[in-house]
């Protein structure tokens, strides 16, 4: 962690600890104590925690980064109690309002200290022990969830075999650093909607700049969630969201034409209502990393290169192949047992010759196939529609498709990229959009922030995210980059699974 994000760290905290001084220090005359401890930062709560009798350790506790903010709060609470302060506001106030709260129960007359045993003797009731016991596990479960791993469910086939429809996974937060909230106001374990309606679960009242404690990078081959480059702004309807994402829909209205398209879009709310998320709170994707930052990425034939060197297919990781079989009759069942097929789900079917097949198969059943001898020829189908259509960057001049792809650079942190006419659809929208700059080319030369550049230095690592269904997922193929800032975590664990009941042999698998 920087040492600029520690010491923002501690000041948070310090404050929280000294701001309310102006309130505590009467109150600690009131309990027989000098009032100048109030205004020494964690000596105070030290005093508190003698005065309540209470365990010192907490204080301490107070010191660990983030939690510690968590820990004044319940200081300041039991705080209050010695001077008869019990009801769910005057906690609530002494938690969340403590500069305030403090001075103004000192200014009254009727403010009476009554010591550590009479507090201890006072009895909640029992609605109250329930509150208390809920806003404890909110802010703990808040906490696990923020820092250390957060549960998500597979939504789509964009991942299969190696991540089925309606598995439960466990991602870890601390595999590349917790990300500190861009928006910390909001409901607790609801993503960017409040469900049922079309409002956002959050407020961008207060805004947090981009901030990851102890970062590390992500590793090429690892299956990562995060925020969907290109959901910043979408169409809030149902049919439309992430499924048929905003900057498609432009170019489709637009006949190929970005701005004309916009234009049909912001010119009919009504039909076409907008929503803009911060970069925390657009909708959450989880892919394979196949590119880093620095790397320079290639798709021949649906078979990726890096940096020149060719990259093994994940042994989950599905493509459609033509199958020429030995002219057996295939069973549904050896199918499915063997190889992994699924007739139901349209996984095999004939092809256009005789003892010919379409099939979506993994890496390990391809090989399978070829070792038993049911296959005599297995060869990539390039005829394969699904998914396919206009790739990033849309510009007419990088004539590229799903299979065949780049070379592209991925960019790096502190790596400098001269500026071309050729390479200005690639790099426009994370020069401008995940870097925030004003960015933009006129008559063949190139402009930040109204000043005129030949080279640009990126601030932040970049990423290539691309589906293990090759051939059906939405991915960087299709909107580019994954900056850094929209990396939530690594997917770790697939704690449960369900496809007309649970799925057993899934239970507990390390995601690989």
């Known amino acids: 962690m920087p040492l600029s994000q520690l010491f923002v760290i501690y000041l948070v905290g310090t404050l929280i600890v000294f701001l309310p001084s102006f309130g505590l220090a ?3 005359k009131k309990a027989g104590v000098p009032a100048w401890k109030a205004y020494i930062p964690y000596y105070n709560t030290w005093i508190m925690q003698e ?27 039991e705080f209050s109690k010695v001077f008869g ?82 598995d439960f996974l466990f991602v870890s937060k601390l595999s590349y650093g917790p990300r500190i909230p861009n928006t910390p106001l909001s409901i607790p374990f609801i993503h960017n909607y409040i469900p049922g309606t ?21 590793k090429r081959g690892d299956v990562v969630v995060f925020n969907f480059p290109a959901g910043d702004t979408v169409i809030n309807l149902p049919e439309y969201q992430s499924f048929h994402p905003y900057y498609d829909v432009c170019r489709e209205l637009g006949r190929g034409d970005m701005d ?27 892919k394979r990393c196949i590119g880093i930052a620095g790397d320079t990425l290639e798709i021949k034939k649906n078979v990726v290169f890096i940096n020149g060197v060719e990259q093994a297919v994940p042994p989950k990781a599905e493509v459609n192949y033509i199958v020429n079989t030995s002219g057996q009759q295939l069973d549904a069942d050896i199918m499915k047992e063997e190889y992994d097929l699924n007739a139901d789900k349209g996984e095999y079917n004939f092809g256009t010759k005789a003892n010919e097949f379409r099939m979506l198969l993994t890496t390990t059943a391809k090989e399978k196939m070829l070792k038993t001898g049911l296959a005599k020829d297995i060869q990539l189908d390039t005829s394969y529609n ?69 080279s640009y230095t990126f601030t932040m690592n970049y990423y290539w995210m691309m589906g ?10 299709y909107w580019g980059f994954v900056p850094e800032d929209r990396v939530v975590g690594k997917a770790w664990m697939i704690w449960f699974s369900w496809e007309k009941g649970p799925r057993w042999s899934r239970l507990f698998r390390i995601v690989k």
């Open 26 to 28: 009467p109150l600690f």
């Open 51 to 77: 005065i309540v009798h209470r365990p010192k350790h907490w204080v301490f506790w107070q010191f660990i980064p983030v939690v510690g903010w968590f820990i004044s709060p319940g200081i300041f609470i």
């Open 85 to 166: 302060k019990f009801s769910l506001g005057d906690h609530t106030a002494a938690s969340l309002l403590a500069p305030f709260y403090f001075p103004y129960i000192a200014s009254k007359k009727d403010t009476k200290f009554i010591g550590a045993e009479a507090a201890r003797k006072h009895k909640k009731s029992g609605w109250r022990e329930w509150v208390d016991a809920a806003v404890f596990a909110i802010i703990a479960a808040t906490l696990i969830r923020t820092f250390i791993f957060e549960a998500y469910t597979i939504p789509s086939g964009s991942m299969e075999k190696t991540l089925l429809i309606n």
């Open 198 to 218: 079309s409002m956002k679960s959050y407020s961008e009242i207060i805004k947090v700049p981009y901030i990851r404690w102890f970062e590390s990078p992500v």
């Open 260 to 286: 004309k398209g916009r234009k049909i879009v912001l010119g009919d709310p009504d039909q076409y209502p907008l929503a803009v998320h911060p970069a925390d709170k657009s909708d959450n994707y989880i």
């Open 386 to 454: 699904g998914g396919g259509g206009d790739v990033f960057p849309y510009d007419g001049v990088h004539v590229w498709s799903r299979d065949n792809f780049g070379p592209i650079w991925i960019p790096k942190k502190g790596a400098s990229l001269k500026l071309t006419t050729e390479n200005y659809p690639l790099y426009e929208r994370a020069i401008r959009v995940y870097e925030h700059n004003n960015f933009y080319e006129k008559e063949g030369r190139f402009f930040l922030n109204e000043k005129e550049i030949t």
């Open 468 to 477: 293990d269904n090759r051939q059906g997922s939405q991915d960087s193929r």
